[in-house]
C-alpha cells in the first residue's frame, strides 16, 4: 500500500533554472534581467475532487487513514470522497456516467468488472509518474497481470494472508494442546475431533474451515477454463479433494458447518479453530476473548502454503478526466508510511517486498500484542489463476453443490458432475449459446 514521488512543475522549473542562465556565472546586467524575465511560469494548481468507488471496502477510520488524510497531506488541492453504494452498484455507476476516478476490486473478479468496459492498463500512468513496480512482490503483479490482458488493470495494495486462529479457553477447557505451527489438514481434523463436544448443553466445535473457497485456494484451481470459457471442474482430483476434506470436517459428530462463523467465533466462542483470512480486525471489540493463531494447515504435497495471491487492488478508471490526481492517490496509498501505517493499524499485508513490514505487521493493534503474528509469514501464498470472467457464476454452482454434499443429498462424484454440467450451462445461457 506504498511509496509515492512527486513530479511537481516546481521541480521541472528548478530542473531547468540550474541548466539555464546560472551555467557560466557570467550573465549580467540587462541580459540577465532578460533570463529572468523569459523563465516558465508555475500555474497554480487547480483544486479537484475524486470519487472513489470502493467495491473492496474500506472503513471509515481505514479510508481516512489511508486515503484522505495522507492525500490532504501530500496533495491539498486533492480531496478523495467515496461514491455512495446505497442503490447505486458498480454497474450503475458506469451506466449513468457518474464521475469515477478510483475503484478499490478483488483481483480476481477484474475480468467480470471489464465487461462493464472501465478498466484499462495502468501502465501508461506508471510510466510518466515513474511509479517504482520493482518495490512490490512480483508475483502479486504477475497475479494481477494475468487478468488484466497482459496490461495492470490495477495497483494490488492488500495481500490476504491465512492463519489458523484457536480459543485458548476451550483447548484449556478440555486438557487438548494447542495447535503447532507447520501443522498439515489431516493433523488439524484429528484435532478437531479431541474438542468437538457438548459439554453441559453446549456444543463446541473443534473446525470451521470457513467453506470450501479457503480450502481451494491452495491448490490454485481454476474452476472455468478462461481460453475455452468451460468449466475445469473434472479436468483433476482438485475439487474433489477439496470436496472429501470438507465433508471430513462436517462429519466429525457434532462439528457440522452452518454457515457464517462471524459471531460464533469471537462471541458466542463455541469453535476452537478457525482456519480463515485476515480475521484480526474482527477481534477489536472482541473483549475477553482469549486467542491467539497458528500457522494456517497446509496440503501434504504443499507444505507452507496457504491461499493463494489473493489481492485488493487499486483501479484509475478510462472514463476518469483527472487520472494524473487519481494516480496520485495510488502512489499515496503505496508510498512507505501510509504502507507501514496500514500493517500496524489496519491489519493488512502489504504487497511490497520490504521486510519490515512483515516485522512491524499489527504493532499498534493491542489486541495483537503478544499473539503469534509471524505464523501468518511463515506460509506463502499459492500462484493464483488466470480467473475467467464466468468465476463468480461457477463458484456460485459449486458452493450449492458443496453445501448439497454435506447435508447428505448427494455423494462427491454426483456432486461434482452436477457442478460441472450446471456450470455449463450457465455459461452458454450467458453467452446466448
Avoid at 501510509?338 to 505487521?361: A, H, Y
Avoid at 443429498?409 to 454426483?414: E, F, L, P
Wanted: net charge neutral; proline share 5%; glycine share 6%.
Amino acid at each position: 500500500m506504498k511509496k509515492a514521488v512527486t513530479y511537481s512543475v516546481l521541480s521541472a522549473f528548478l530542473l531547468l533554472a540550474g541548466c539555464g542562465g546560472g551555467n557560466t556565472g557570467e550573465t549580467k546586467g540587462k541580459e540577465g534581467e532578460a533570463a529572468k524575465e523569459t523563465k516558465p511560469v508555475e500555474k497554480a494548481t487547480e483544486p479537484v475532487t475524486l470519487y472513489m468507488y470502493d467495491v473492496q471496502v474500506f472503513t471509515d477510520d481505514d479510508f481516512k487513514r489511508l486515503i484522505t488524510d495522507p492525500v490532504k497531506k501530500k496533495y491539498p488541492h486533492i480531496t478523495v470522497e467515496r461514491l455512495n453504494k446505497q442503490n447505486n452498484a458498480i454497474d450503475n455507476v458506469i451506466a449513468t456516467k457518474q464521475q469515477l476516478d478510483l475503484v478499490t476490486l478483488w483481483h480476481g473478479g477484474m475480468p467480470a468488472q471489464n465487461l462493464l468496459d472501465y478498466l484499462e492498463d495502468m501502465t501508461p500512468l506508471i510510466q510518466t509518474h515513474k511509479f517504482d513496480l520493482n518495490r512490490f512482490d512480483p508475483k502479486a503483479l504477475d497475479a494481477v497481470r494475468k487478468v488484466s490482458n497482459g496490461g495492470l488493470f490495477g495497483i494490488p495494495y492488500n495481500v490476504n494472508f491465512n492463519a489458523l486462529y484457536y480459543n485458548k479457553d476451550i483447548f484449556d477447557k478440555f486438557g487438548v494442546a494447542y495447535p503447532k505451527d507447520g501443522m498439515t489438514w489431516d493433523e488439524t481434523i484429528e484435532l478437531a475431533k479431541k474438542l468437538t463436544r457438548n459439554e453441559g448443553g453446549v456444543q463446541y466445535k473443534g473446525l470451521d474451515p470457513d467453506g470450501h473457497v479457503r480450502m481451494m485456494f491452495p491448490l490454485s484451481l481454476n474452476l472455468v477454463d478462461p481460453k475455452t470459457s468451460t468449466a475445469n471442474i473434472n479436468a483433476n482430483d482438485l475439487l474433489k479433494r477439496v470436496f472429501e476434506m470438507g465433508k471430513a470436517i462436517n462429519d466429525i459428530p457434532g462439528n457440522a458447518q452452518q454457515g457464517s462463523f462471524l459471531n460464533v467465533f469471537p462471541k458466542d466462542r463455541t469453535i476452537a479453530m478457525l482456519a480463515t483470512s485476515n480475521f484480526t480486525s474482527f477481534f477489536r471489540d472482541a473483549l475477553g476473548l482469549n486467542w491467539d493463531m497458528a500457522q494456517y494447515p497446509s496440503y501434504k504435497d504443499r507444505p507452507n502454503v496457504y491461499g493463494m495471491y489473493d489481492l485488493h487492488v487499486m483501479a484509475v478508471p478510462k472514463t476518469s478526466k483527472h487520472k494524473d490526481d487519481a494516480f496520485k492517490v495510488v502512489e499515496v496509498l503505496m508510498s512507505d508510511d501510509v504502507q507501514m501505517e496500514s500493517v500496524k493499524v489496519t491489519g493488512r499485508v502489504s504487497p511490497l517486498k520490504d521486510q519490515k513490514l512483515k516485522d512491524n505487521f499489527g504493532a499498534d493493534q493491542a489486541g495483537l500484542k503478544g499473539k503469534n503474528i509471524q505464523a501468518i509469514f511463515k506460509s506463502k501464498p499459492a500462484d493464483a489463476p488466470e480467473f475467467s470472467r464466468f468465476y463468480t457464476d461457477a463458484n456460485a454452482v459449486v458452493l450449492a453443490e458443496y453445501k448439497e454434499l454435506l447435508a447428505g443429498k448427494k455423494d462427491v462424484n454426483s456432486a461434482l458432475r452436477d457442478a460441472e454440467e450446471k456450470i455449463n450451462q450457465a455459461i452458454k445461457a450467458k453467452l446466448g449459446k
